[in-house]
C-alpha cells in the first residue's frame, strides 16, 4: 500500500491509498473554496450518562446529486470534486460538514460546572472515504485486492487519528441505501474520531469486565468459541475469522465478524488474518444482496445495510475485542423493520426474524 496525502483548496487533508508504489498523484483543487468554520459541539445527557453531538451546520451538507454532480467521483472533464485526481484507487479527505472538528474549540465554548447543562466543542474528525472511483459500483463489486486496500486504509487511518490527543475513539462505518439514509449514491463509508467513548462501546466495556470478574475468562473469547461449535447460527468460518449471527440478533439480518484471535483494533490483526478478510467479507456482502433476489429483468438487487466496526477506545477497554458488525434494515422483499415505540423510545429491540432462521437464509445464500 501506498499512500500520498495533499490538501484540498479549503486546506482540509485528502490521502490517496494507492495498491502500487510511483503514481503521480500531484492534481490541484482548483475549486475557489473557503475554508469552514465548524459550531459541532457535544451536549451530555444527565438522564442517560450519554453524550449527543450537536451539528446544526450540517443542515447544508450536499444532499441527493445527480449522478453526474457527484462530489466523490473524480474531477473529470471539466467537473471539479472532492477528489482532484482524474481516477483514483481509494481516497480519504476530511468531510466539509463534519459532525465533529478540529476547530470546535476555536468557535464553541464549554460549560462544565452545571451537571445538568454539561457541555464541551465537538472537537475530533470525521472523514469520507471512498472505495472506488466508479459512480455505479458497490463495496461488493470490488475484487480482494481493492477490498484489502480498504482495510490497509481503514488500519491506517485509525492508526493517526488515535495519535491525535483529542481523539478518544476511531469508528469506521458504511451505510448503504437511501433506506438507511444514505445522501450521496457513490461507494462510500465513513470514520469518525470521537472526543469521548461512546455508549455502545462503554457498555461493552462494562459487561466484558463484569464477565471476567465472574468467570476468570475473556467475554469476546468464549463467545467467539461458543458459536464457532455450534453451527445453528454460523455463517462463515475462515482460518483466522468467524462469521455468525449473534444469539441475541436485535436486526432481522445481522452478522458479526471476529478475528478468531482476539485483538483491540486493526492496527493489531497481523498478516495471515489482514490476507483472509477481504474474501470472507466480500462473501458476507454477496450474501446479503441475495437474500432479497431483483424481480427479472431488473437491476441486480443491493440490500441497504450498516457495516461497523467495534473497536477498542485508545485509553482503556483492554477486555474488548475487534468486531465488524453488518445488518440490514431489510425483514423481507420491499419491507422494512422500523424503530418504532419499544426500540426508537426503549432501546427493547423485536426481531421479526428468529438468529437461527437468519444464519440459515445466510448459509443458503452462496454462489451457486
Known amino acids: 500500500m501506498h499512500k500520498t496525502a495533499t490538501k484540498l483548496a479549503d486546506g482540509r487533508e485528502l490521502v490517496y491509498y494507492d495498491q502500487e508504489f510511483g503514481v503521480a498523484r500531484n492534481a490541484v483543487d482548483e475549486r475557489p473554496l473557503e475554508p469552514s468554520a465548524s459550531l459541532s459541539e457535544t451536549r451530555l445527557d444527565p438522564v442517560l450518562g450519554e453524550w449527543v453531538t450537536v451539528a446544526a451546520h450540517r443542515q447544508q451538507r450536499t444532499y441527493h446529486p445527480p449522478a453526474g454532480e457527484c462530489p466523490l467521483c473524480p474531477s473529470r472533464n471539466g467537473r471539479l470534486s472532492e477528489v482532484p485526481a482524474a481516477d483514483y484507487q481509494v481516497v480519504v479527505f476530511e468531510n466539509r460538514f463534519p459532525s465533529l472538528a478540529p476547530d470546535s474549540a476555536a468557535h464553541v465554548t464549554a460549560h462544565e460546572d452545571d451537571p445538568l447543562r454539561t457541555l464541551r466543542p465537538g472537537t475530533g474528525r470525521c472523514e469520507v472515504v471512498c472505495f472506488a472511483p466508479d459512480h455505479d459500483a458497490s463495496f461488493a463489486d470490488l475484487d480482494e485486492a481493492g477490498a484489502r486496500l480498504v482495510l490497509d486504509a481503514w488500519t491506517d487511518r485509525t492508526a493517526e487519528l488515535s495519535a491525535r490527543p483529542e481523539v478518544r475513539q476511531v469508528y469506521c462505518f458504511e451505510n448503504r441505501g437511501e433506506e438507511i439514509g444514505v445522501t450521496l449514491a457513490h461507494p462510500h463509508g465513513q470514520i469518525y474520531a470521537f472526543p469521548f467513548v461512546p455508549s455502545r462501546t462503554a457498555r461493552m466495556i462494562g459487561r466484558a469486565?463484569?464477565?471476567?470478574?465472574?468467570?476468570?475468562?475473556?467475554?469476546?473469547?468464549?463467545?467467539?468459541?461458543?458459536?464457532?461449535?455450534?453451527?445453528?447460527?454460523?455463517?462463515?468460518?475462515?482460518?483466522?475469522?468467524?462469521?455468525?449471527?449473534?444469539?441475541?440478533?436485535?436486526?432481522?439480518?445481522?452478522?458479526?465478524?471476529?478475528?478468531?484471535?482476539?485483538?483491540?483494533?486493526?492496527?493489531?490483526?497481523?498478516?495471515?488474518?489482514?490476507?483472509?478478510?477481504?474474501?470472507?467479507?466480500?462473501?458476507?456482502?454477496?450474501?446479503?444482496d441475495r437474500l432479497f433476489p431483483a424481480p427479472a429483468g431488473s437491476a441486480p438487487n443491493r440490500t441497504p445495510y450498516i457495516s461497523a466496526w467495534h473497536q477498542a477506545p485508545k485509553d482503556g477497554g483492554d477486555e474488548l475485542a475487534l468486531h465488524l458488525e453488518l445488518f440490514t434494515v431489510r425483514r423481507a422483499p420491499?419491507?422494512?423493520?422500523?424503530?418504532?415505540?419499544?426500540?426508537?423510545?426503549?432501546?427493547?429491540?423485536?426481531?421479526?426474524?428468529?438468529?437461527?432462521?437468519?444464519?440459515?437464509?445466510?448459509?443458503?445464500?452462496?454462489?451457486?
Open 209 to 288: 469486565e463484569a464477565y471476567r470478574a465472574s468467570t476468570g475468562r475473556n467475554l469476546f473469547e468464549d463467545l467467539v468459541a461458543a458459536e464457532r461449535a455450534a453451527p445453528e447460527r454460523l455463517v462463515l468460518r475462515g482460518g483466522h475469522w468467524t462469521a455468525f449471527v449473534p444469539f441475541a440478533a436485535r436486526w432481522p439480518y445481522e452478522v458479526h465478524l471476529y478475528p478468531n484471535r482476539r485483538v483491540r483494533d486493526l492496527t493489531a490483526l497481523n498478516e495471515a488474518e489482514r490476507a483472509e478478510f477481504p474474501g470472507l467479507y466480500l462473501d458476507l456482502l454477496r450474501r446479503f
Open 334 to 368: 420491499g419491507r422494512l423493520k422500523y424503530l418504532a415505540g419499544v426500540e426508537s423510545g426503549l432501546d427493547a429491540f423485536v426481531t421479526d426474524v428468529s438468529p437461527e432462521a437468519a444464519a440459515e437464509r445466510l448459509r443458503e445464500a452462496a454462489a451457486d
